[in-house]
């Protein structure tokens, strides 16, 4: 059984520029959350993904949007971004009613 | 809002040697959840053990126990046997079954646990 998948691994950007990261869950798993990790900071919730549709959101601007596929796995969008959003981003899977997720291993963004 | 508090920004821990890293939380919930993630440099979150609020017992897996101590809202993580690979750094997070928070995590700021040899 295949972990939870994030790509890509790195990615470069500049401010202004727009990017795409992506998030398979582990089988089974049906929501997705996203979350921004800062350095040396904890993670940080963006927004969660069920039935294809975000459950509930964080304190993030509309810049952050996202979108979950059929087989539960899911994009984040970053529009216009800024020096800030430089990042560890990270996904995290789970089922049900229990909140035990388990997580990807991040894509780090570096935003110039 | 949830919150979790961290006070420990580092830990040194001789190798073989238990060490106890300290998490306190507050929540207005009466139903929620404390994990503990390891995150070593690789960037991985890498899942340890969950607390539920009604767990009557203390959890435990393997090295790992939660010592729950509801009334005092912590949730303290006991490693025993210290190893050098578990040089990393926890974070202790705390979540809710059910309601308009499902499933969303809130992290502490971590504590960097260094195992010396």
């Known amino acids: 059984d295949a972990g939870v998948t994030q790509s890509p691994t790195h990615l470069i950007k500049t401010r202004g520029q727009q990017v795409t990261l992506r998030c398979s869950p582990k089988?089974?798993?049906?929501?997705v959350s996203w979350y921004q990790q800062a350095l040396g900071q904890g993670p940080q919730f963006i927004f969660q993904?069920?039935?294809?549709?975000?459950?509930q959101r964080g304190n993030f601007p509309d810049r952050f949007s996202g979108h979950q596929f059929p087989n539960y796995s899911s994009e984040l969008n970053v529009n216009a971004l800024l020096l800030g959003d430089s990042a560890l981003y990270l996904c995290?899977?789970?089922?049900?009613?229990?909140?035990?997720?388990?997580f990807g291993p991040g894509t780090r963004l570096t935003v110039l | 809002a949830q919150k979790i508090t961290q006070t420990q920004p580092g830990m040194f821990v001789q190798e073989k040697e238990a060490v106890t890293l300290d998490c306190t939380y507050d929540?207005?919930?009466?139903?929620?959840?404390l994990f503990w993630y390891k995150q070593p440099s690789s960037g991985e979150m890498i899942f340890l053990i969950y607390q539920g609020s009604y767990d009557q017992q203390n959890a435990t897996e393997g090295r790992y126990s939660l010592n729950f101590q509801k009334a005092r809202k912590s949730a303290n993580l006991v490693i025993s046997a210290s190893q050098l690979g578990d040089s990393a750094m926890y974070f202790c997070?705390?979540?809710?079954?059910?309601?308009?928070?499902?499933?969303?995590?809130?992290f502490g700021q971590g504590t960097i646990l260094t195992v010396h040899p």
């Open positions: 089988s089974g798993h049906d929501t």
């Open positions: 995290a899977g789970h089922r049900g009613p229990y909140n035990e997720q388990f």
């Open positions: 929540t207005s919930d009466p139903s929620y959840g």
């Open positions: 997070a705390i979540g809710n079954a059910g309601g308009t928070s499902y499933g969303k995590l809130t």
């Open positions: 993904y069920y039935e294809e549709e975000e459950r």
